[in-house]
């Protein structure tokens, strides 16, 4: 079927930066918007960051101007670049999908920020 997989995350210092990737594969046809999500222990899961198909972009307030998100031109890879890490920034990214038939979720990575 389709596969959606994140990797890139860790642990890092306040301050630090990571990069997280989302790649998929399989029988996908049609790729609309790609979003990025978060969600810490004993809070409800939200967007972060989201591309959409036209290429604009929407971010959630708390992240603005710290991460961006883009799409690899040479692959079926969407990005989060997250600079300037705080410790609430703490939680399992997941890479969500929106196709012309269903919408996929990835596995999620964890994401780790140190004070």
């Known amino acids: 079927q389709v596969q959606v997989v994140e990797s890139g995350g860790g642990l890092v210092q306040a301050g630090g930066s990571l990069r997280l990737s989302c790649a998929v594969s399989?029988?996908?046809?049609?790729?609309?918007?790609v979003g990025w999500h978060r969600q810490a222990p004993g809070k409800q899961r939200e967007l972060v960051a989201k591309?959409?198909?036209?290429?604009?972009?929407n971010y959630a307030g708390s992240v603005k101007g710290r991460f961006t998100i883009s799409r690899d031109s040479t692959k079926r890879t969407w990005n989060l670049q997250m600079n300037s890490l705080k410790p609430e920034d703490t939680a399992v990214y997941y890479c969500?999908?929106?196709?012309?038939?269903?919408?996929?979720w990835g596995q999620g990575t964890q994401v780790t920020v140190s004070s």
């Open positions: 591309i959409n198909p036209d290429g604009s972009t």
């Open positions: 399989g029988s996908i046809f049609v790729v609309n918007a």
């Open positions: 969500y999908v929106e196709t012309g038939r269903t919408n996929y």
